[in-house]
C-alpha cells in the first residue's frame, strides 16, 4: 500500500534550525515534494527531490534517500512567519498524483 | 504571470444539491489536479486532467467528476451534497508531468 508519515507538530526558538522528518510507502515513487501552508491559505512549493541528497534553496534545505524511504526539510535561522503547516507528498505511479502526509504545525516561538 | 484562480472561493450549500467549482491554470500550464483538504484527512487527490482528458483519479464516490476544457479551464462537480464534503478544494496547475504543482487558493465548501 501507500503511506507517508510525519510528526503532527513540532515547536522551535527563532533564529534556530529545526528538520522536519517524512518517511513514506510506495510502490511507484515519482519524486518527493515539500509545501508550506499557511493557516487559511493555499499550499505553496518549497522543494522537490527525485534523486537521493541533498537540495539546497537559501534558508530551506530538503534531503531525499529512496532506498530509506525518507525525507527531512531543514529550515535554519527560523523567523516568526515560518510558523505554519509543513506537507509532505511524494508523486504517485503516473502523471501528477501526490500523496500528502498529514501535515507537520511548526510553531516558532521568540 | 497571474497565478491559479478558483471561483467561487466561498460556498454553501444543502444537503442533496450539487456544487459545480472551477479552475483556471497558469497560463500555459496544461495539467490540472483536483485535492479536497479537511482537517481529518488532510489533502486528498481527487482527479487530474491533461488536455481534456482524465489521467489520473483518487478514490473517491463517482458523486464527484470533473472535466477540463480546450483552453486548460477545468470544473469538478459534486452531486448529491453529504455533510461530510464539506471541506476546503484546492486545484493545482502544472505544465506538465513531475513538475512542481501550484496551488490555487481554494474554494471552501460549507454543506448544511
Known amino acids: 500500500g501507500q503511506n507517508i508519515d510525519q510528526p503532527t507538530e513540532m515547536t522551535a526558538t527563532e533564529g534556530a534550525i529545526v528538520q522536519i522528518n517524512c518517511t513514506y510507502q510506495?510502490?511507484?515513487?515519482?519524486?518527493l515534494f515539500w509545501y508550506q501552508q499557511h493557516a487559511g491559505e493555499a499550499p505553496t512549493f518549497l522543494s522537490y527531490?527525485?534523486?537521493?541528497g541533498l537540495e539546497e534553496k537559501g534558508r530551506f534545505s530538503s534531503f531525499l534517500s529512496r532506498s530509506k524511504g525518507y525525507s527531512y526539510l531543514l529550515l535554519k535561522e527560523l523567523q516568526m512567519k515560518d510558523s505554519a503547516s509543513y506537507l509532505c507528498a511524494f508523486l504517485s505511479g503516473g502523471y501528477n498524483k501526490l500523496i500528502f502526509g498529514a501535515g507537520t504545525r511548526l510553531a516558532v516561538h521568540p | 504571470k497571474a497565478g491559479v484562480t478558483q471561483t467561487p472561493r466561498y460556498l454553501i450549500k444543502t444537503r442533496g444539491q450539487q456544487v459545480t467549482l472551477s479552475c483556471s491554470p497558469i497560463?500555459?500550464?496544461?495539467?490540472v489536479s483536483w485535492y479536497q483538504q479537511t482537517p481529518g484527512q488532510g489533502l486528498q487527490f481527487l482527479f487530474e486532467?491533461?488536455?481534456?482528458?482524465?489521467?489520473n483519479k483518487g478514490n473517491f464516490p463517482g458523486r464527484f467528476s470533473g472535466r477540463q476544457f480546450s483552453n486548460s479551464r477545468s470544473e469538478m462537480n459534486v452531486s448529491t451534497l453529504e455533510l461530510g464534503d464539506s471541506a476546503l478544494y484546492l486545484c493545482a496547475s502544472s505544465s506538465d508531468s513531475y513538475n512542481e504543482q501550484f496551488f490555487g487558493p481554494g474554494t471552501r465548501l460549507t454543506v448544511l
Open positions: 510506495t510502490s511507484g515513487f515519482n519524486g
Open positions: 486532467y491533461f488536455s481534456e482528458t482524465q489521467r
Open positions: 497560463s500555459g500550464h496544461r495539467s
Open positions: 527531490n527525485v534523486l537521493d
